[in-house]
């Protein structure tokens, strides 16, 4: 019996607990947060697992709640007449019920927004979306918001009681929140962020020294980390052993040009072998003369991610094309996420870009002209982006590179975005045209045309040739902070034909949409998102190389090209 009266109390208790908890919510809030949450079940660019469509739906519901609160605070402080307490129980009691609906309407349509995705990359269909995972990991990223966001405000109210024995009321509570807030700011970033950092600065330090078993220096000379190179293989780093490792087999190419082939060069010099930028750019030209690399027909300059990772999809296909007749360099600046590295030094991969690429175009425009390689660029994500960065055309306008190859650019890139902002009336933003196409093309899965799209009439090449790789549905180049509040020009017909049809414009919601799909840029399927395929590696650098320079060269016409993409891509 005196069991059954204390479960009945903790019952209660609790009962009334939730009923205050429920009443200090604001509905105006809840209602916004709820729509917030709907909105960001709809589709965009990346498909969603319930994981990150959780943690999505969490952020949005906070911002929609917040946003609803910071509208009551601005109602009450403009003293407009409010509701009676009978009114506001029944608009909470009519909120609830709309939200409920709202919420379980839009959880049911997922799935098909999901698959309206999914079916534009070509992946299988999937049954559900996992309702009660997504709600709840949902709530729980809410509580979290909210949890943070009364701790504030309790302890700028607390502060601003203390400060009105010394000042007006309305200036205490500003004075009280200002001064919560700059502390808030100083232990977020003085003692929480730097901590994070450096954790993961120790995690990816330990990821980069990471040697697996069944990986060995490479034998071949004519690779960095060998007995012969200036850079040791301890000295290369997880990514960069992974890309010498990965050099295409001479036997396959031999196998597949049956007038002959070479064995390419790749060489790579991590972070750990020169203290400075310098003493890598030094190591990096030091490298290229011992294996000759000069009298090859084609030099790369591959400007690496922010974690040293060059896509093999972009050096495979280059090795083919040139059938074994190149010699790509790449030099490390850091082993961190490339979000990472340009948050804590935005500068530092443009500057080794730029010294790597200024030791060795110095040493190649001294060399004879008739028998020097031709001089490229490459770059993927922020390596594109410091590519681009490593050269002013106006330092090399009299004696230029050949061209670029740039792929998945993020959007502040400078060349990148000016061909896109100054592209021609008519064409789309995500496959613009810049003036006539003598010097910038663009090109995605289907080339430099799309089904739908007039057919392209590019003037002939000029002596310099950049291409940009890019996909429509790749949220790490089409991301921006302005879709919070303006419909993105990629959005609007005709659009990109790896986008569902389903995608919309939502306000502050399609910009958070946007952040969690470069979270998952990768996880789609190779050719869509940040994924680029070697196939589509192959049109490009077709287009980059000026083979009209190479008499001597493998023929690519129609058939060969089309036979190489299929080998490519029968070899994922």
């Not at 700011?185 to 003085?190: E, R």
């Not at 972070?271 to 490298?287: K, M, P, S």
């Not at 030099?331 to 080794?352: F, K, N, R």
């Not at 000016?418 to 045209?433: I, K, Q, Y």
Request: include cysteine.
């Amino acid at each position: 019996m005196h069991h059954e009266r204390l479960r009945d109390v903790i019952r209660r208790r609790l009962m009334r607990a939730g009923a205050s908890a429920l009443r200090s919510f604001c509905t105006t809030g809840l209602i916004l947060g709820t729509l917030f949450f709907a909105a960001s079940l709809t589709p965009s660019l990346i498909p969603r697992g319930a994981i990150v469509q959780g943690v999505l739906g969490g952020f949005a519901f906070a911002v929609g709640y917040l946003t609803g609160v910071m509208l009551r605070a601005a109602w009450r402080f403009l003293t407009l007449p409010e509701a009676s307490p009978t009114h506001v129980r029944r608009a909470r009691l009519a909120a609830t019920v709309i939200c409920l609906v709202i919420a379980i309407s839009f959880l049911q349509l997922a799935s098909g927004w999901q698959n309206g995705v999914r079916a534009a990359m070509d992946m299988d269909p999937v049954d559900g979306v996992r309702s009660f995972r997504i709600v709840g990991i949902a709530l729980a990223v809410f509580a979290l918001c909210i949890g943070l966001a009364r701790l504030f405000i309790l302890t700028g109210h607390a502060l601003a009681r203390l400060m009105t024995r010394l000042m007006p009321a309305r200036v205490a509570a500003l004075a009280g929140f200002t001064v919560v807030a700059v502390l808030v700011w100083t232990l977020a970033n003085g003692l929480l962020f730097s901590g994070a950092l450096r954790m993961a600065d120790s995690s990816f330090r330990q990821l980069d020294a990471f040697i697996p078993d069944d990986l060995a220096a490479p034998a071949n000379p004519l690779l960095s980390g060998s007995a012969q190179s200036h850079v040791e293989w301890m000295e290369l780093g997880r990514t960069g052993r992974n890309f010498v490792s990965g050099v295409t087999p001479f036997d396959r190419l031999a196998a597949f040009h049956a007038d002959g082939a070479t064995a390419p060069i790749r060489l790579y010099v991590g972070l750990a072998a020169g203290e400075t930028i310098e003493d890598r750019a030094r190591l990096a030209l030091a490298e290229l003369q011992r294996t000759d690399a000069f009298e090859r027909e084609m030099l790369v300059i591959a400007t690496p991610t922010g974690t040293g990772w060059i896509d093999p999809s972009a050096i495979r296909a280059l090795e083919y094309l040139t059938a074994g007749d190149v010699a790509t360099v790449a030099v490390q600046y850091s082993y961190m996420a490339s979000w990472l590295t340009l948050l804590v030094e935005p500068e530092y991969g443009a500057d080794s870009a730029r010294a790597v690429f200024t030791k060795i175009y110095d040493y190649w425009r001294e060399l004879p002209e008739e028998s020097r390689p031709k001089l490229y660029l490459h770059g993927l994500s922020l390596g594109a982006m410091n590519s681009d960065l490593s050269a002013d055309l106006f330092d090399v306008i009299g004696d230029p590179y050949q061209g670029a190859l740039w792929s998945g650019p993020p959007f502040p890139s400078r060349t990148w975005n000016t061909a896109t902002r100054e592209r021609l009336p008519g064409s789309p933003a995500w496959l613009p045209r810049f003036r006539d196409g003598a010097v910038i093309r663009f090109a995605n899965q289907n080339g430099f045309g799309d089904p739908g799209l007039p057919e392209r009439d590019f003037a002939p090449w000029g002596p310099l040739r950049i291409v940009y790789l890019q996909y429509a549905s790749d949220p790490i180049t089409f991301f921006s902070p302005e879709t919070a509040w303006r419909r993105p020009d990629w959005l609007r017909e005709p659009r990109g034909p790896d986008l569902s049809p389903q995608l919309r414009w939502i306000p502050v919601v399609t910009m958070l949409q946007l952040l969690a799909d470069i979270t998952s840029a990768r996880a789609a399927p190779l050719g869509y998102g940040h994924g680029y395929a070697p196939e589509h590696y192959v049109t490009a650098w077709h287009a980059v190389i000026d083979f009209s320079l190479w008499p001597d060269g493998p023929d690519w016409d129609g058939r060969n090209l089309e036979r190489l993409r299929r080998h490519l891509a029968d070899g994922r």
